[in-house]
């Protein structure tokens, strides 16, 4: 009987794991989607590249998984949204393109160069990977292009307005 008074609830430690797992509404939403593809195929290249002779290559597969985590994480947590000072789409934006440069120019040489077919995998897994990136860079960009739009046509009237207050014209 003392075990049990002694023991917390099991519902008590549920609360702190789930705050680390990532909701079934973001696995779902478009960005959960394309960040998941991301780490898994970051970390398929990164464990192709690693097993083979052009192990050079690891490193891009490497980093590019580790910022797909984090900002899987980040977003899934919504701890960007805590972080107000961040620019989280333009630093996710650049992310992705700088990804799939990389990653394109990476598997490139790792197809075409004379490797084992690990390497190729890895270069396979990297063009996929490529696509990815490409895509949400795109989708980013999209999203940007109408936060900004819709920023400047607020601002607009407020512009014209104060011109049209500042005009000494007397034309009635």
Do not use: H
Request: glycine share 4%; charged share 20%.
């Amino acid at each position: 009987m003392d075990e049990e008074a002694e023991s917390p609830p099991a519902s008590a430690d549920k609360p702190a794991v789930s705050v680390l797992l990532p909701t079934k509404a973001f696995l779902c939403s478009r960005k959960g989607q394309l960040l998941t593809a991301e780490v898994v195929l970051s970390f398929i290249s990164f464990i192709c590249f690693t097993a083979s002779d052009a192990v050079s290559f690891m490193t891009v597969p490497l980093i590019e998984f580790l910022l797909a985590f984090f900002l899987f994480f980040a977003y899934s947590t919504k701890i960007n949204e805590k972080f107000k000072g961040v620019l989280w789409p333009l630093m996710d934006f650049l992310r992705c393109v700088s990804a799939a440069i990389v990653y394109f120019a990476i598997s490139i040489v790792a197809v075409s160069r004379a490797y084992n077919g690990a390497a190729k995998a890895g270069g396979l897994f990297g063009f996929i990977a490529t696509i990815a990136f490409a895509l949400d860079f795109y989708l980013i960009f999209n999203d940007l292009a109408v936060f900004l739009k819709k920023d400047n046509d607020a601002d607009e009237p407020e512009a014209n307005r104060s011109a049209d207050d500042d005009s000494d014209s007397d034309s009635d």
